[in-house]
């Protein structure tokens, strides 16, 4: 494969970004020669801008005037003239993306609206299962490259790696921290309330880590008004919105162990491989997004409720208004986790 060239879209938010990251690690190393370039969202450039492996990321800003600069990103890339086009992203755009991209040869999901006027599709379920067990959203994705490309053979989930690549900038500001040693990492907040431990447990943790080491909150800046209500204490380093998410990553990776909910930073410990405690709320592992860290405990309510998932995504609120999948959850069996 001489020369050739593959542009990989991925328009969804950061922690889809992350585990795609596992895809362009797979396909290089079959073909090294092969240029791959990228397609994201605005604001998720961070997480794959340092990657050797990438030629050139394209950034779609869908802040301002979104369909007038998809429709200038789409004239740039067909410029490129893409041999290859891998769309991951199941909606309208990234097909849109894709069908006009003008490569030679396009794959991507069926449940993309656009699927009909792909060279190739596959199919998409959540969950996946083969042979009783849940493929990992990596291995869904990785059946893309399977079947654009022959030659690429099946590898066993733990070949799968995501990554992140970090600058000088990154270890600089970690090293300003001056932390030190044990410290553990929690990102407790979520987009959905339901994926979301409950605070009161977040608070019953903290006090048991404080007596073990360093205690450090990460999140969004959005993030910051609910980790306050966890936490004023001035022992506690509240870090949330100081660090980009790549020095996130680069943070955690050093925790002697790193808690979270099943959300984006879950994926960002699984990129750096970090001891990872992932707690489950409504949502259920079998959907393909549990953590891949060698040294990975994931705690969930059980036996599970009858309403265990109440959706793929979570909620704003518990449907059934008692929130059990979280409270539930008994705070020991999260410490005891840490060793």
Request: hydrophobic share 40%; charged share 20%; glycine share 4%.
């Amino acid at each position: 494969m001489n020369s050739k060239k593959l542009l990989i879209i991925q328009t969804a938010f950061i922690g889809d970004v992350i585990l795609a990251s596992s895809l362009i690690e797979y396909i290089k190393k079959s073909y090294p020669e092969l240029t791959i370039d990228f397609l994201l969202r605005h604001g998720n450039e961070s997480i794959i801008e340092t990657n050797p492996s990438i030629n050139h990321v394209w950034i779609w800003d869908k802040r301002h005037s979104k369909f007038k600069s998809l429709f200038k990103l789409i004239s740039q890339v067909r410029k490129e003239k893409y041999d290859y086009v891998i769309n991951i992203q199941r909606f309208f755009n990234s097909g849109l993306l894709t069908v006009l991209a003008g490569a030679k040869t396009t794959i991507g999901f069926h449940s993309n609206p656009l699927s009909l006027f792909f060279k190739l599709k596959i199919t998409h379920k959540i969950p996946h299962l083969i042979n009783g067990t849940s493929l990992h959203e990596v291995q869904r994705n990785a059946l893309l490259a399977q079947h654009m490309f022959p030659e690429i053979k099946e590898v066993p989930l733990s070949q799968l790696k995501c990554s992140i690549y970090f600058n000088q900038e990154d270890k600089k500001k970690i090293e300003e921290l001056n932390l030190k040693t044990p410290y553990f990492v929690i990102a407790p907040a979520s987009v959905w309330y339901t994926k979301q431990w409950h605070l009161s447990k977040w608070k019953e943790l903290i006090l048991e880590l404080k007596k073990r080491g360093t205690v450090i909150l990460i999140g969004a800046p959005t993030d910051l008004e609910f980790t306050q209500q966890i936490t004023r204490d001035e022992d506690v380093m509240n870090l949330c919105g100081r660090l980009t998410l790549r020095q996130s990553a680069l943070l955690i990776k050093s925790a002697k162990r790193f808690f979270a909910n099943d959300s984006a930073p879950l994926h960002l410990a699984s990129a750096v491989n970090a001891n990872t405690t992932a707690i489950f709320c409504s949502t259920v592992p079998e959907f393909g997004y549990f953590p891949l860290s060698d040294n990975n405990k994931l705690i969930q309510l059980t036996p599970r409720l009858e309403c265990m998932p109440c959706g793929l995504h979570g909620h704003n609120s518990c449907p059934k208004g008692h929130f059990k999948c979280a409270m539930d959850i008994n705070t020991q069996t999260v410490i005891d986790t840490i060793d």
